[in-house]
């Protein structure tokens, strides 16, 4: 076995399997599993985890969409927070940046991304800090929505180096419309 070789030829074996992994990772099918997105321990013990990344799929399934949580949200961290949903799927934009400056990384304040799933009351996301803002963090979290006094609510975080900031978040637009809808429009 030439040892040269195999030395050469390891970035290569490594890029594909990645992409491998991720390829079934995210499957062909945009129909989206029965529960809420998950955080495993990897095969491989490195304490890293494994997250269900279908939810990426849930955009083309019917673009028009819009669940009862898309709309703005205030954190009680002083962050507003734009939330999106499709189906069970979640997004959102966080930020607490108050004039962001195009281009510009590391502005003063915090800039997240999540994404998960809403199964009954509860929202499961996986989140993580863009370059936008100045803080470098992420992990899992756990909301509790309660459609009643339109919030959600932190109940549980996982992984991240220091607690996640919004512990309650409060819908500040659109309002829910008399069906519980928001009023968004889709884009044409």
Same mark, same amino acid.
């Given at each position: ?12 074996? #490594? ?5 491998? #992994? ?102 499961? #996301? ?27 609510? #932190? ?34």
């Amino acid at each position: 076995m030439d040892v040269t070789r195999l030395r050469r030829n390891a970035p290569n074996t #490594l890029v594909m399997l990645t992409l491998v #992994l991720a390829i079934a990772g995210c499957g062909g099918d945009a129909a989206s599993p029965a529960g809420p997105a998950t955080a495993t321990p990897s095969a491989a013990g490195s304490g890293m985890a494994v997250t269900d990344l279908s939810v990426i799929g849930c955009a083309a399934a019917d673009p028009a969409d819009a669940g009862e949580l898309t709309g703005a949200w205030q954190g009680n961290d002083n962050g507003v927070y734009y939330i999106r949903q499709v189906g069970d799927c979640v997004w959102w934009f966080g930020t607490e940046v108050d004039e962001i400056e195009p281009g510009k990384t590391g502005q003063r304040g915090f800039a997240n991304v999540a994404s998960g799933r809403m199964v009954g009351t509860q929202v499961d #996301l996986e989140w993580a800090d863009v370059p936008l803002g100045n803080t470098v963090n992420g992990g899992g979290l756990t909301f509790f929505y309660d459609a009643e006094n339109a919030q959600l609510t #932190l109940t549980e975080q996982r992984g991240g180096r220091q607690p996640f900031g919004g512990t309650v978040l409060t819908r500040i637009e659109p309002e829910a419309s008399p069906d519980g809808t928001p009023g968004v429009s889709p884009t044409p």
